[in-house]
């Protein structure tokens, strides 16, 4: 929808552009406008109509185009989520896979799956493999699943083992 009108604010700055172009330049011909005048009314038909139209065209278009990233975006959140609260857990490299992606912006989507609060679980990053856990499981979580090495706080709602690189999300 916004891209509609965009394009047609962008067509209609260009027609009243040569619509008033023509008509600028007609009075001149006939007589009826000095060249001075043509120069003031084309300024102002410029300044007044053809600038804002092409300006809240160009504006709107560009919005457009955002909401269309953020909705790719999102989509990818989604996959993302809906793949390992479904089966439990996905290894990394299957979602990368799936989002025709890469490994480092699979990582930044967790992360900020994790950031939004939506995700609970844990990643470990060596194995490749994204969990989904019980909220009320991981926050007693004291030792990694992984190596039963003690865990620290590396960061908001992110739990790390600094043995083995696991990560667990806490909700």
């Known amino acids: 929808m916004n891209k509609t009108v965009g394009i047609i604010l962008i067509v209609a700055a260009t027609i009243v552009l040569l619509i008033g172009s023509v008509w600028i330049a007609a009075t001149v011909a006939e007589g009826s406008l000095r060249v001075s005048g043509a120069a003031v009314g084309f300024a102002l038909l410029n300044v007044v109509l053809v600038i804002p139209l092409l300006a809240g065209g160009i504006l709107v278009l560009s919005r457009a185009k955002r909401e269309v990233v953020d ?100 909700p």
């Open 71 to 170: 909705e790719e975006e999102s989509k990818e959140l989604r996959t993302i989520l809906d793949a390992v609260k479904t089966r439990g857990q996905v290894e990394i490299s299957q979602l990368v896979i799936d989002l025709q992606s890469d490994r480092e912006t699979v990582r930044d989507q967790i992360y900020q799956l994790v950031g939004m609060g939506i995700f609970e679980g844990y990643v470990n990053w060596d194995e490749g493999v994204l969990y989904s856990e019980d909220a009320a499981e991981l926050r007693n979580l004291e030792e990694c699943k992984n190596c039963n090495g003690k865990l620290s706080l590396v960061g908001k709602g992110i739990v790390a083992c600094p043995f083995c690189g696991t990560e667990y999300f806490l």
